[in-house]
């Protein structure tokens, strides 16, 4: 396919497919986008990290960041990006990671790009920032915008840089434990897309996990993933022994979009998942979950019955730990913004940091792809409390001790080091 039918069948999908298709109706433009395919298109002059950049743009109207177009990993082309990562703090962006790019150290800070200030380069991305707290901000994507930037060192002297792209660094995700002290574990998950291998870690650490005082998570950066995969987890998180429907409460309802490529889309690559599924409890939530989509394709927005599955789905209270610290960010979304939902309804639970994405009011991601190259990852369910205006967009969910981000958590992990006290003062929680 060539790149105008491609983006044809993007806002097919944007207008039909995408959960969010009747809430948004009439707020995306592709016309303007249209005109600009074809003419580059027509001057040969689009490629497929341009064609990208564009739709990116499109679906920005949606203001949905759960809704996205990327080029697929086994592209021989390549999402470049600037080689390190910032994070505002009042007038300046702050390098907290570097990746491939050796001219810039953590602690260095951004003053301007193409000799526009952060705050006037704030008003004119406004609909890309999509946020206004500082902190909850993305400038990676405005970055790979611009030719220079005046960066502010360690010894407050200014550098004039040019701006140069890399291929990404994609990292390892991480599924590890720890001991702090004979009391206290510090578990980091970095995403929710391995049931196995989460599975097998709370296996391998399941006589600590039954005898600590003190469990704290980390998933201040996750990815997100499958809901599934942190439910043996929350046998250790719950504090009395109950059903997902008794913890996680039914105020809210899902609402799924089944039609006919939903379907293709979102429930055909799971057969391949179940195949590969170690957990029994796995295994019987992808069954159902893949039944009850085939009982109701074709049929559009559709409350799917689950209560078997729920019911079904029990937490046995452990008793330890006895207290659980979650440690949570603006990088943590999907199924992690989820995932300290989840875990907020127990008394043994206290978050820790700042407020999590919020993208889970449209969820159940989809993936179309064409010519084994380009990805357009959108969302299939959406839950009823935005009808009431009780959406995470935007807002995320809230810690119960809020850590503003300042750049002393670059050389400090102040959040870990606030949990520490808190076990340290077991009395007082």
């Known amino acids: 396919m060539n790149y105008i039918e491609i983006f044809e ?13 009747l809430d948004k109706k009439g707020w995306d433009s592709p016309d303007e ?15 497929p990290q341009k064609f990208v950049q564009i739709v990116s743009d499109y679906l920005l109207d949606c203001k949905d960041q759960h809704l996205f177009v990327k080029l697929s990993n086994s592209s021989s082309n390549k999402m470049m990006n600037v080689g390190f990562k910032v994070r505002r703090y009042e007038d300046l962006l702050y390098i907290y990671e570097v990746d491939r790019e050796t001219r810039v150290h953590i602690g260095m800070a951004i003053k301007s790009l193409d000799n526009i200030t952060i705050p006037e380069l704030a008003v004119i991305h406004k609909r890309s920032l999509m946020e206004d707290k500082y ?3 993305r400038w990676e994507p405005i970055l790979k915008k ?7 060192d360690q010894n407050d002297q200014i550098i004039q840089m040019d701006i140069r792209l890399y291929e990404p660094n994609n990292k390892e995700p991480e599924y590890s434990i720890k001991e702090i002290n004979e009391d206290t574990l510090l578990m980091k998950i970095t995403d929710f897309l391995n049931v196995n291998a989460i599975d097998r870690l709370i296996k391998d650490w399941e006589d600590r996990l039954d005898s600590c005082t003190n469990l704290i998570i980390d998933v201040r950066v996750n990815g997100g993933g499958s809901d599934d995969s942190y439910f043996p987890l929350l046998n250790y998180i719950v504090d009395r022994s109950c059903s997902l429907v008794e913890f996680a409460g039914t105020d809210d309802t899902a609402i799924f979009n089944c039609t006919h490529r939903n379907f293709t889309n979102k429930i055909e690559p799971l057969y391949e998942e179940l195949e590969k599924a170690e957990n029994e409890e796995t295994r019987k939530f992808l069954q159902i979950y893949i039944d009850e989509w085939k009982r109701n394709i074709g049929k559009g927005f559709v409350e ?35 995932f300290v939902e989840v875990c907020k309804n127990s008394k043994k639970v206290t978050v820790i940091g700042r407020a999590t994405m919020g993208v889970t009011d449209y969820s159940n991601l989809a993936i179309q792809t064409w010519n084994n190259q ?17 959406g995470l967009t935007g807002v995320g969910v809230l810690p119960d001790i809020y850590i503003p981000w300042t750049p002393e958590h670059i050389f400090e992990d102040i959040d870990l080091k606030k949990a520490l006290s808190l076990c340290e003062n077991v009395k007082e929680i």
């Open 304 to 338: 799917l019955d689950f209560s078997e599955l729920a019911q079904d789905i029990y937490f046995q209270a452990k008793g330890k730990p006895e207290k659980v610290i979650i440690l949570s960010d603006y990088y943590c979304g999907s199924s992690g913004d989820q």
């Open 374 to 390: 380009i990805e357009l990852w959108y969302p299939t369910s959406r839950v009823s409390k935005i009808d009431n205006g009780m």
């Open 33 to 47: 986008y249209r005109r600009e395919i074809i003419e580059l298109e027509n001057q040969k002059l689009l490629d």
């Open 146 to 152: 611009y030719k220079m930037c005046e960066i502010v």
């Open 9 to 21: 069948e993007i806002v097919t999908i944007i207008h039909n497919d995408y959960s969010g298709c």
């Open 135 to 137: 902190e909850r901000q």
